[in-house]
């Protein structure tokens, strides 16, 4: 049980397009979602709190018209990183919780983005 | 302010009992915490949780003082397998802040 998936795992795009990660919890409904950036060798940075069926609530210096966030079921999240650019690159990581165990993340398997 | 720390890196031999230290002095009463396994490439994979005292489940144990200033997690008999990051998560209130990571390098 509490399983997260994300899709796409890796994905390598252009500067100034959009990409857009899907984030699902498969067998639970998860009112809360969370955002992670991952950069080589350092710890996990929140990026933004996802609430279902209201706005995402974003960490200090994290802009939030960069990064889309949207909530609009109990299963899936998706975030956008809208214009990437080659500093955008990075690990991105989704987690859920569970309804019953509001205490833990259960993380999904991560997003390798590329921007060239 | 919130701050978890634990060690950079600790090495250790296959068989051996590994403990890691976590410290969050600004804990509060209702904030849990939680460790986490990271290989390269993948999503972080829960290993334990706890609140208070001593919390086992069947791959690790976790220990937390009475002052809950600090907590250890504690891996018996470790594998090369057991060779990854290891993350000290505490939600200070709404606030999640994770540890560095500890790198756990294990040899034969």
């Known amino acids: 049980g509490a399983v997260v998936s994300q899709h796409p795992s890796w994905v390598i795009c252009k500067s100034g397009t959009s990409v857009k990660i899907e984030c699902r919890s498969l067998?639970?409904?998860?009112?809360?979602m969370f955002w992670y950036r991952q950069f080589p060798k350092q710890s996990l940075m929140l990026m933004a709190t996802?609430?279902?069926?209201?706005?995402?609530?974003?960490e200090q210096g994290v802009e939030k018209d960069k990064f889309l966030i949207n909530h609009a079921s109990l299963t899936l999240s998706t975030l956008t990183v809208t214009s990437a650019h080659p500093e955008d690159s990075s690990f991105y990581i989704c987690s859920a919780r569970t309804p019953l165990a509001q205490e833990t993340q259960y993380f999904g398997p991560g997003t390798r983005l590329l921007v060239l | 302010l919130a701050k978890t720390t634990q060690p950079i890196s600790m090495d250790s031999y296959e068989g051996q009992e590994v403990n890691i230290t976590c410290s969050h002095n600004n804990i509060a009463t209702n904030d849990y915490i939680t460790w986490y396994q990271q290989f390269p490439s993948q999503g972080p994979r829960f290993i334990i949780q706890g609140y208070k005292t001593k919390v086992t489940n069947e791959v690790a144990s976790l220990f937390i003082p009475a002052d809950r200033k600090s907590s250890t997690l504690s891996l018996p008999r470790v594998s090369l397998s057991d060779t990854a990051v290891y993350y000290c998560l505490v939600e200070y209130g709404n606030k999640l802040v994770f540890g560095a990571g500890t790198i756990l390098r294990v040899k034969s």
């Open positions: 067998d639970f409904q998860a009112t809360t």
């Open positions: 996802s609430n279902e069926g209201s706005k995402a609530t974003y």
